[in-house]
Structure formats: C-alpha cells, structure tokens
C-alpha cells in the first residue's frame, strides 16, 4: 500500500471548482494516494471568511507543504492583492516551471517540447507600487518598483540548470532586457552567465536573447528554444505565449517550487466567462496534477495520467470547445476516467 500524502486542496474561483472536480476524479482513478484537506482563497475567500488567503489556508499549506490549486480571481486597479503572489512569497516558492508540450498534432505548431523557468519572487511583477499626487492630483503619476537581488537570480538559475540537467535539456536560453533594463535585469543575466562559466559549461548549450527578439522569434520558429529562463514579469507573459503554441491557455500547466514546498495549478485564470457552464478545459489542471505526482516521486501514476490525457484527446477524440472539440467538462473527465481505468 502507499503511504498516505497529506496534501491542501483549494477549489479556486470562476471555472476552478469544475476543473478541480475533474481533476480528482482522474487521480482518484489512478488511486493517488493524496489526503486532502480542502481550503478557500481569492474571491472565495472574501466572500467566504472575508479574507483573500485565510490564515486557516495558510496553515495547511504550512502542514501539508503540498498543494494543488485552482484558478484566483485578482480585481484589476483597485482591491485586494493578488492570494497568488502572496502564497509565493509565503512559502518562498522562487521558482515557476511551466512545460509546453504538444498533445494534440497536426496544429499550426507541431512537435512543441518547451520548458519554461520563471523567477517567482522579485523583479518588476511584485506589485509594489504608489501613486505621487501633484497639484491636487492625488493619482498624477504611477510608479512601480522592480527588485532583483543576486541570491534571488543565483537561486533561480541553479534550480534552472539543475533541473535542465536532470531533463536532458540540450539547450538554456535567458532572456532579458539588459540593453534597456540594465541593472534589473542586467543582474540576472550576468549572474547566469557567470554561473554557467563556473559550474555549468559543457553540461548544455546556454544562450541569450531580448525578451522583444524572443517573443517574435517563438513565434516564427519556436523549435529552436528548448528552455527558456527568465524573470518574473517577461516569464508571465512569454508563458502564456508559449501556452498558446500548443493548444491555449487550457493545455498550460504550473508548478510553484520552493525549498520546503510545492503548489501546482494551471497558468491560466479563472475564466469568468465560462464559468458555470460545464465548457472549461480541465487538461491545464490534470497536467499540474501530472506534476505534482512527479514532484511526489509518484512518476508510475504521473506517466499513466498523461497517457490517459494523450489517448482521450487523440484517440478517442474527446475535446472541450477551446480545442474545437464539443465535449463538456463532464463528458471529457468521463473519458478520461475510463481511459484510465481500462489502461
Ligand atoms: P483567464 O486565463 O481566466 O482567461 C483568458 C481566456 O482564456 C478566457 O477567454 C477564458 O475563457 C479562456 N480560458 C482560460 N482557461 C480556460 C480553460 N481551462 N478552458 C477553456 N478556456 C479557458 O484570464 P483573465 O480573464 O485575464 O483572468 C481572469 C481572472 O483570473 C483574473 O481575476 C486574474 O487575476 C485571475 N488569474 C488567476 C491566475 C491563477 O490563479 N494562477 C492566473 C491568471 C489569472
């Protein structure tokens, strides 16, 4: 028998009860042998408790060290700050690996094998920013601090070259603004290649690139990358770009990693426009799941799983409305769940 693995389970906003539901019915199928203790934030957290990251939530988290969560809804402009970016800081968790694979062939981009590494703790995307009132104008100017530190890189980049190594990756490319952005991100790229020089050459190819040049070059020809690493901000949006090179935001998963805790999600949101109606991709989720079996050493359930993905999309054909199929959330994880158990 396996031993038990406490683990916190937050449902999210939007779409992430429906994508949830979907996602433990697959790992119940597969006799995953997490114990959860279910929590609340974002929204649900202000309408629940009236706290965007209750203390009850964070106290699990800090139980359990473990957890898989759906989509949090963050007000833009005003309102409270993002429970996302709180829970990094919380448990630290400096690193954000977002794999883009291609699951269903024949798209406009095929054969996509993509490791996204993003730094979760500093630059530009930690939000601390105030308004300098002028004449009267309490609002006349917006500003926004970005903060890297050179432990903050170092502990990034070794996790990014580690673990491209324990992948076989052949190929690390960094990107950065360093032309314009000299100190901010200036640091990170010089740290990079300082530690390559030390510790990593030969190990794998390792690259630069402006974040501008990348984002188009990603675009014309995305199989010349093979692991991007980056800071947080220019990680944010490269990895929702990179989302959409194999299939949109539904097919992205995420893990949050750091020294002494782990939360996987999906990169995308809570997608309020969809929700309720039964129509959500779960796969972002389930390929989170995938992972945070993985980071479990579960890596027999893992591959199952995303055979299981593999065969219901392609061989059965079942898709959600995204990948212009017409299943349902339901009628997927159906599918899914027999794949799984026929496997
Ligand atoms: P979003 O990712 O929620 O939605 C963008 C588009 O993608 C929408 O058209 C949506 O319908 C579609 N989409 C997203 N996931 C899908 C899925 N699984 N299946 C089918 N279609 C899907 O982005 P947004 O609308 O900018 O953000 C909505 C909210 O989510 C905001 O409050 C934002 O702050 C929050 N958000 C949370 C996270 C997170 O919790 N990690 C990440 C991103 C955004």
Redesign the pocket.
């Known amino acids: 028998m396996t031993t038990p693995i406490p683990a916190t389970l937050i449902p999210?906003?939007?779409?992430?009860p429906e994508?949830v539901d979907a996602t433990l019915a697959a790992l119940d199928a597969l006799k995953a042998p997490f114990e959860w203790d279910r929590q609340i934030a974002?929204?649900g957290g202000v309408q629940q408790a009236g706290d965007p990251l209750p203390a009850a939530t964070l106290d699990s988290i800090r139980r359990t060290r473990l957890a898989l969560?759906?989509?949090?809804?963050?007000?833009?402009g005003g309102g409270y700050r993002?429970?996302?970016v709180r829970l990094r800081e919380e448990f630290q968790l400096y690193a954000n690996l977002r794999p883009a694979r291609t699951i269903i062939p024949g798209g406009r981009f095929d054969k996509i094998d993509l490791m996204v590494v993003r730094e979760n703790l500093e630059g530009l995307y930690i939000g601390h920013e105030h308004y300098v009132r002028i004449d009267g104008d309490p609002h006349a100017v917006g500003m926004a601090t970005g903060i890297n530190t050179r432990q903050g890189c170092r502990r990034l980049l070794e996790y990014a070259f580690e673990t491209a190594i324990a992948t076989g990756r052949k190929k690390v490319t960094l990107v950065h603004k360093a032309n314009i952005m000299k100190v901010l991100t200036g640091l990170f790229l010089e740290t990079g290649l300082q530690m390559y020089e030390e510790k990593y050459k030969g190990k794998f190819e390792l690259d630069t690139i402006i974040v501008d040049a990348c984002a188009m070059k990603l675009v014309l020809n995305p199989w010349q990358f093979d692991m991007l690493v980056t800071t947080n901000l220019f990680g944010d949006i490269l990895s929702?770009l990179v989302a959409g090179l194999v299939g949109?935001?539904?097919m992205a998963p995420?893990a949050n990693i750091g020294a002494d805790a782990a939360i996987f999600?999906?990169?995308?949101?809570?997608?309020?426009?969809?929700a309720g109606k039964g129509?959500?991709?779960?796969?972002?989720?389930l390929l989170a799941a995938a992972m945070m079996l993985d980071h479990c050493k579960l890596h027999d359930r893992a591959t199952r799983l995303r055979e299981a993905i593999d065969a219901t999309l392609n061989i059965d054909r079942v898709r959600?409305?995204?990948l212009g199929g017409t299943a349902s959330?339901a009628a997927f994880t159906q599918a899914l769940v027999s794949r799984i158990a026929n496997a």
């Open positions: 999210g906003d939007g779409i992430g994508i974002g929204l969560k759906g989509p949090l809804e963050t007000p833009s993002s429970s996302n929702d949109g935001l539904g995420g999600e999906a990169v995308h949101g809570s997608a309020p426009d969809i129509i959500a991709n779960p796969v972002a989720l959600t409305g995204d959330t």
